[in-house]
């Protein structure tokens, strides 16, 4: 059964109509392309899949695609002003090689955000409690918190 | 300005990091299916029948593929290293099996339907009908008489033994007046747990008659030959493209049923065909790692070295598959005794099968349960010497003058100064204050320890007979009229970013900028042949070619600049995009200019010498790799051995067992660093895979072979909270073997965590008789230690 779904995305208003099982990280990937959320388990342990509903961050594979009708979703996508023009956090972590393969990098960033909007000047025990929900395979998330710690330390505004 | 041993930051990183990364997933093709992978529910079980029938019927269904289809159309799939070469037992192994399934987990249908959520609901509309077997699920088992037998065709369970000796170490032993050491360490089952998991796509052109595979591999020569072979099919027909890969770990080497599944299909349908896992598969069939059990008696002298060692191991690799991973075990025993020297050393390898999921690849490959015995063996000589165990372990190391140094498997050790590397470690965490600090602790009542590991990661593997593992790589390095550089390599990155070290290999040797370069990978229409990326042999094979290719086209351009400048070639250097007479550096010409007298003025006095065009592919084999059979059947299969030396406070819960790590300091030895950013960012991932290992992972099975840890609130990975900060050093000893110096440090990191977080939770109680010989070392197990321990002293 489909059911339409208004949404806002990336401050772009979308009309779609989806099946009632499917989920906001396929509604965001496979409906409307936006392929920079990625999903590591469908089950809400890896946080790869992390976007901003209504200005909080959530896992997308764990909320229906139908529930986020007259809500407001920012991905990876809009974090960014193009591909000259990166959000600082993403600047940071360019710089202090705060990835590998990239893969729980958006979701990373989105919680490294929503972090920082709460916390601006976080120790470093609030950053590594701050990302425990996304999980990276590759960095030992040390130079994931070094992006975080330099992008505060810039006095980010998120 | 020189870019070899900057800190330059990943060249996909912004492209990563703003969300525009490729990977299997993100590829969409017009009328593309999804497939879906039914599995057997039994570890060992017949298959009496498979009835399709209502699953085709199914709205949106598309084709449903089953072993016997499998076995009229398609060949085995040729396994990667073939036990049956090296001593061991071979099996024919195709995508999906006919007659049996021989784990949970084990493919055993496919459907393929329009959507994703089709495909899975139609699973359960494959009507399989079971016989169930009698199950073995644990390899000492496997190896008692009368056991099931998980290939009858064998005869046993034993897929592989193997034995290397050196002097008599049951003499020895037998004559070390009861100064022996003994115990059983025992390493459990693990899984890589990239954050992206499998995934395969593929496109059929009729007309073209070419098949477009998308995998998220290490290897996309390689399994283009794998696809090739297995379909019966010209290589030329097939193009294999990496797009970008979300970690790899060594699980993502070919060649999975899936990938054949998917490559079939799209053959056979003439549709698009995607196959994305889902992370209980992955735990259930991705392939699994080091679950061995290592058995040792060693002799020592009173003054703490050890004369001879005798070790048993029985590794549980799983059910025969076409997966590399049952090498590793073969690694741990060609490992030991890693970085020490003991004339007297027996080692003994069984390797079982078992009713489990079949081992694959995965970083450290064996190695590590290698270093791990032998931290354990030293600490256990330390405890019965009252020796430091530093000391223990300076004492019995291989020298720094003893390289090239044979190691009884035939293992011929390139390079490396142990001895300083611990030493240094030992400053860096502080040991010469941790007495007062561990004191002081004490009386807040609290529980601290010191300890320390030391690893040793053989990398660049190259066996004989084998397709994929071998010495060797290619690369094509290009400059284009207007002075860009473009390379193509036959390694690939999997997120480690080796792309960004060759890039620096190649901008110095041409005198470029790094702006001027770009790397690609992973396309085996535009990429000349290699290998791909395992055994950290990327910067230090890869980058090896790339330079040599990257010389002959500056050797090239010298010819061509100094008839510009009138001076002799061998006056020249190059720099930040000019070429120029050295200690004249304003006589110059703009590589540029040289580009475009190469080929805009062919016929040019300056370019006329030359052959046309800029652009060079050359291959590099490495050295020290031996394969010449000898009288144990031995080789030297690896031609570089960095090294590191691990320490590790931690703080242990004596009510709980509850172990956290408070600080981790690594001194590593991998040769001169290309960037050393990517080397400790490379060596901040060993160590937080090397302490999942060491406190918190574990694929657990029960008696039937049903996994019990199928997801990741089973199978604990660590978050940023559990992972300390990790203090990295690097120590550069170059290994002569290599065109760079460079060893690798893919691997590294990973091993060290297991040797220093045991000793260390031991040093946290020294009135006790701590021995820790089990991995991870989870709250109840170090609590049942520390009772037994308690119990045995009162």
């Known amino acids: 059964m489909k059911v339409p779904v208004k949404v806002t995305v990336n401050k772009k208003p979308y009309s779609v109509e989806v099946d009632t099982r499917m989920i906001l990280a396929d509604m965001l990937r496979d409906v409307l392309r936006l392929t920079g959320t990625h999903i590591g388990c469908g089950t809400g342990s890896c946080g790869a899949c992390t976007v901003m509903l209504n200005g909080e961050t959530v896992k997308s594979c764990s909320i229906l695609a139908a529930d986020v009708d007259g809500q407001e979703v920012t991905t990876i996508e809009g974090v960014s002003n193009g591909a000259n023009q990166l959000h600082p956090v993403q600047e940071a972590f360019v710089q202090h090689q705060g990835l590998q393969c990239g893969y729980c990098t958006p979701g990373m960033i989105l919680s490294a955000i929503q972090l920082l909007k709460e916390n601006p000047n976080p120790s470093e025990s609030d950053i590594r409690h701050g990302i425990a929900g996304n999980l990276c395979r590759c960095t030992g998330y040390q130079f994931i918190v070094e992006s975080i710690q330099a992008a505060a330390k810039a006095g980010v505004k998120v | ?794």
């Open chain 2, 1 to 794: 300005m020189k870019q070899v041993g900057r800190s330059v930051p990943g060249l996909p990183n912004r492209l990563l990091v703003s969300g525009h990364g490729t990977y299997v997933a993100d590829v969409s093709l017009p009328g593309m299916c999804a497939m879906a992978v039914l599995r057997s529910p039994y570890a060992h079980a017949r298959i009496v029948s498979i009835d399709t029938s209502r699953a085709l019927a199914a709205p949106g269904v598309v084709y449903v593929l089953t072993g016997e289809e499998i076995a009229r159309e398609t060949n085995p799939i040729p396994p990667v290293a073939d036990p049956g070469l090296y001593g061991g037992k071979s099996l024919a192994v195709r995508a999906l099996p006919t007659d049996r399934a021989r784990y949970v987990g084990e493919p055993v249908a496919v459907v393929v339907a329009e959507d994703r959520y089709t495909a899975n609901r139609a699973l359960e509309l494959v009507d399989v009908e079971w016989e169930e077997l009698p199950v073995v699920s644990d390899a000492e088992a496997a190896l008692a008489p009368g056991s099931p037998l998980v290939e009858p065709s064998w005869g046993d369970n034993v897929m592989m033994h193997k034995e290397f000796t050196r002097g008599d170490a049951r003499a020895a032993l037998a004559a070390a007046g009861g100064r022996v050491v003994r115990g059983v360490v025992k390493a459990q089952r693990y899984v890589a747990a990239p954050i992206e998991p499998r995934a395969y796509a593929a496109s059929w052109d009729a007309y073209a008659e070419q098949l477009t595979v998308w995998s998220s591999t290490q290897n996309p020569h390689p399994l283009r030959v794998f696809i090739a072979e297995t379909l019966g099919i010209p290589e030329t027909m097939i193009r294999v493209i990496q797009p970008h890969v979300g970690g790899g770990f060594g699980q993502k080497v070919p060649t999975f049923p899936e990938e054949i599944a998917v490559a079939y299909l799209a053959r056979k349908l003439g549709r698009p065909v995607k196959w994305i896992e889902e992370r209980t598969e992955h735990f259930l069939a991705g392939g699994h790692a080091r679950e061995e059990v290592l058995s040792f008696e060693a002799a020592y002298g009173p003054d703490g070295r050890v004369t001879a060692l005798d070790v048993r191991i029985v590794a549980d690799v799983g059910a025969p598959a076409t997966f590399v991973g049952w090498a590793m075990s073969y690694v741990t025993a060609y490992c030991v005794p890693a970085a020490y020297k003991i004339p007297h050393c027996r080692v003994e390898l069984f390797t079982a099968v078992t009713n489990k999921c079949p081992w694959n690849g995965y970083r450290a490959f064996g190695k590590e349960a290698a270093s791990f015995l032998m931290d354990r063996v030293m600490d256990r000589v330390a405890d019965a010497t009252g020796i430091d165990r530093v000391e223990v372990r300076l004492r019995n190391f291989i020298q720094p003058d003893e390289f090239p140094y044979s190691q009884v498997s035939g293992a011929m050790l390139d390079s490396g100064d142990y001895p300083r590397a611990l030493r240094r470690v030992r400053e860096l965490i502080g040991a010469e204050g941790f007495p007062e600090e561990q004191r002081e602790a004490r009386r807040q009542g609290r529980y601290l320890g010191l300890g320390f590991g030391f690893e040793l990661t053989p990398e660049g593997c190259s066996l004989p007979h084998t397709t994929m593992l071998s010495g060797y790589d290619g690369a094509t390095v290009r400059v284009a009229p207007d002075g860009h550089v473009t390379i193509l390599t036959g390694v690939t990155s999997p997120g480690s970013g080796n792309e960004t070290g060759i890039a620096q290999l190649v901008a110095d040797t041409l005198g470029v900028g790094l702006d001027h370069v770009r790397v690609l990978q992973g396309d085996t229409d535009t990429c000349p042949y290699g290998l791909g990326n395992y055994s950290s042999r990327s910067l230090m094979i890869g980058g090896s070619a790339a330079k040599i290719a990257a010389i002959e086209l500056r050797e090239k351009m010298f010819k061509v600049a100094a008839k510009a400048l009138e001076v002799n070639p061998g006056d020249l250097d190059a720099e930040d995009g000019q070429i120029f007479v050295q200690g004249a550096p304003t006589r110059r010409i703009p590589v540029r200019d040289v580009a475009s007298l190469v080929y805009r003025h062919a016929y040019g006095p300056e370019a006329s010498e030359v052959e046309p065009a800029l652009e060079s592919t050359r291959y590099f084999r490495i050295g020290n790799v031996h394969h010449q059979p000898e009288v144990q059947g031995r080789f030297s299969a690896y031609p570089t051995w960095p090294s590191g030396a691990c320490a590790a406070v931690v703080e242990v819960d004596r009510d709980t067992g509850f172990v956290k790590v408070l600080r981790y300091a690594i001194v590593h030895d991998s040769g001169p660093i290309v960037n050393p950013m990517m080397a400790h960012g490379n060596l901040h991932g060993g160590v937080a895979q090397g302490l999942g290992g060491a406190l918190y992972e574990h694929m657990v099975y029960d008696d039937a072979g049903q996994l019990r840890t199928g997801s990741f609130m089973d199978y604990t990975i660590p978050t940023a909270v559990e992972m300390p900060h990790c203090e990295i050093e690097m120590q550069e000893t170059a290994s002569p073997f290599t065109l760079t110096g460079c060893k690798g440090v893919g691997e590294s990191g990973v091993t060290g965590p297991l040797g220093a977080v045991a000793s260390a939770v031991e040093n946290a109680f020294p009135e006790l008789n701590l021995a820790l010989m089990e991995t991870p070392l989870m709250p109840h197990r170090v609590w049942r230690a520390l009772r037994d321990a308690e119990a045995g002293r009162s």
